[in-house]
């Protein structure tokens, strides 16, 4: 079966500090996709990132990174020099045949970013 | 802005009653996607449409159904409102299914049924 486990409910730090939000997921299936998705305060759902299983290189977007590890079925979220504005639910979310293709969700990690 | 339209934004009514949520995809994109976001329960899909036709179904309850139009708009049907039926709807929308493609998101309908 395929799950995805955010075990973070719940990060807060101050503003310019790195976070890094966990995302674990287990599939039995060798070619899938991994998406992390942000919602912030307003409420919709923001894409930030899709790979694919065969694509272990780490993504660098900005003051994001993302770190792939097949190793571990982990996939990483590291927010650098953090801002008030990254104040959001932030979910990881996975897709391979097993689920037909549609999102697995992670139950999300609500990251506070203080002043 | 995602590029898919959700209407309305709000929706209060009550139980029993009938709503329909509407979705317009981001243009070009043939499949629709209608999730269910509540406290309890999290992100549930819901159902997909594909170019008109149902792909798949999740945890969609009887009572709600939903189909594409031809010009591939989508609209969502939720009948008999119960109270536990509030939460926000998602509209996505992608170019082809989720295997190497990105869902967009709407911005929700938010339904309260009091």
């Known amino acids: 079966a395929q799950k995805v486990t955010q075990a973070q409910t719940e990060i807060s730090v101050v503003e310019k500090e790195d976070v890094t939000l966990d995302c674990v997921y287990e599939?039995?299936?060798?070619?899938?996709?991994l998406f992390w998705y942000k919602q912030p305060p307003s409420g919709e759902l923001v894409f930030l990132i899709r790979r694919n299983s065969f694509d272990e290189q780490n993504e660098i977007s900005g003051r994001y990174s993302w770190n792939f590890q097949k190793s571990t079925s982990s996939f990483n979220f590291t927010i650098t020099a953090s801002q008030v504005v990254d104040s959001a639910v932030y979910f990881c979310?996975?897709?391979?045949?097993?689920?037909?293709?549609?999102?697995?969700w992670g139950a999300g990690t609500k990251l506070i970013i203080k002043p | 802005d995602s590029g898919v339209t959700q209407t309305p934004k709000h929706l209060i009514t009550a139980t029993g009653q009938r709503v329909t949520l509407r979705c317009s995809p981001r243009s070009g994109d043939l499949s629709v996607y209608w999730y269910q976001q509540s406290l309890d329960q999290g992100l549930q899909f819901l159902i997909q449409y594909y170019n008109g036709e149902e792909r798949a179904k999740g945890n969609i309850l009887e009572r709600f159904s939903a189909q594409q139009f031809p010009d591939l708009h989508s609209e969502l049907n939720l009948s008999s409102l119960e109270l536990g039926d509030s939460a926000l709807y998602f509209c996505?929308?992608?170019?082809?299914?989720?295997?190497?493609?990105?869902?967009?998101f709407g911005q929700g309908t938010r339904l309260t049924v009091v």
């Open positions: 599939t039995r299936d060798t070619t899938y996709y």
């Open positions: 996505a929308s992608s170019l082809r299914g989720l295997g190497n493609t990105e869902a967009f």
């Open positions: 979310a996975l897709s391979s045949m097993d689920s037909n293709y549609q999102l697995i």
